[in-house]
Antibody, heavy 123, light 107 residues
Framework: EVQLLESGGGLVQPGGSLRLSCAAS????????MSWVRQAPGKGLEWVSA????????YYADSVKGRFTISRDNSKNTLYLQMNSLRAEDTAVYYC????????????????WGRGTLVTVSS | AIQLTQSPSSLSASVGDRVTITCRAS??????LAWYQQKPGKAPKLLIY???SLESGVPSRFSGSGSGTDFTLTISSLQPEDFATYYC?????????FGQGTKVEIK
C-alpha cells in the first residue's frame, strides 16, 4: 500500500527544537521529491519545505528559512524536518507529502499526503 | 508571491445540488492549478491537477476548468461524502501557494 506516516510531533517550549519524521512505503521513495506542508489550528494550508529525490536540492518558505532543515535518508525511505528556534506561530499539524514536479513550470503539486503530526509550541 | 482568492468562503448545499467554487489568482498562472478536498481531521486529497485533469480514482462528478487567473471546481451532483473543505493551489510560480479554502456544508 502506498502511504506516508509522520511521527515526532509534540509539545515544545518557544525557542526549542523538534525533529519530525515521515516513513514512506509502497513506492520508490528515492525517485520522488518530497515536501512538508502545515496547517495551523482552524486555518488553511501552508507549504513549508521541499527536497529533491536525491536530496541535493532543498527549498524553504520564508517563514521558516534559517530555522528549519529538510533532509531525507533514501536507504530508510524516510523524510525529516529538523525544526529549531520554534515559535508559537509554528503550532500546526505538519503533513508530509509526495510531489509531482511539473517540468513546464518547475513547480509542483501534492499527490499523496500523510495523516499529519501535531506540533504545539507553548510555554 | 501569487495570491489565490477562493469564493465563497463557505456555502450550504443539499445532496444532489450542483456546486461551483471559484479560485482567482493575483496574476496569470496558465493552467498550473490543483484542487484538493479535506475532510475534518483528515489529510488533503488531490482531486484535480493542471486545472482540469481528474486525478485517478476521483469520481467524475468533480470537474475543473479555467486558465490564466480564473478557475472553477464544479461538483455536478453533491453527494453526502463531498461535504468538506476545498483548496486550490498554484504551481506556476515559486513559492507554491494555496487558497484560503471553501467549506461546503450540509443545508
Amino acid at each position: 500500500e502506498v502511504q506516508l506516516l509522520e511521527s515526532g510531533g509534540g509539545l515544545v517550549q518557544p525557542g526549542g527544537s523538534l525533529r519530525l519524521s515521515c516513513a514512506a512505503s509502497g513506492f520508490t521513495f528515492s525517485s520522488y521529491a518530497m515536501s512538508w506542508v502545515r496547517q495551523a489550528p482552524g486555518k488553511g494550508l501552508e507549504w513549508v519545505s521541499a527536497i529533491s529525490g536525491s536530496g541535493g536540492s532543498t527549498y524553504y518558505a520564508d517563514s521558516v528559512k534559517g530555522r528549519f532543515t529538510i533532509s531525507r535518508d533514501n536507504s530508510k525511505n524516510t523524510l525529516y524536518l529538523q525544526m529549531n528556534s520554534l515559535r508559537a506561530e509554528d503550532t500546526a499539524v505538519y503533513y508530509c507529502a509526495k510531489l509531482v514536479v511539473v517540468a513546464a513550470t518547475d513547480g509542483w503539486y501534492f499527490d499523496l499526503w500523510g495523516r499529519g503530526t501535531l506540533v504545539t509550541v507553548s510555554s | 508571491a501569487i495570491q489565490l482568492t477562493q469564493s465563497p468562503s463557505s456555502l450550504s448545499a443539499s445532496v444532489g445540488d450542483r456546486v461551483t467554487i471559484t479560485c482567482r489568482a493575483s496574476q496569470g498562472i496558465s493552467s498550473a492549478l490543483a484542487w484538493y478536498q479535506q475532510k475534518p481531521g483528515k489529510a488533503p486529497k488531490l482531486l484535480i491537477y493542471d486545472a482540469s485533469s481528474l486525478e485517478s480514482g476521483v469520481p467524475s462528478r468533480f470537474s475543473g476548468s479555467g486558465s490564466g487567473t480564473d478557475f472553477t471546481l464544479t461538483i455536478s451532483s453533491l453527494q453526502p461524502e463531498d461535504f468538506a473543505t476545498y483548496y486550490c493551489q498554484q504551481f506556476n510560480s515559486y513559492p507554491q501557494t494555496f487558497g484560503q479554502g471553501t467549506k461546503v456544508e450540509i443545508k
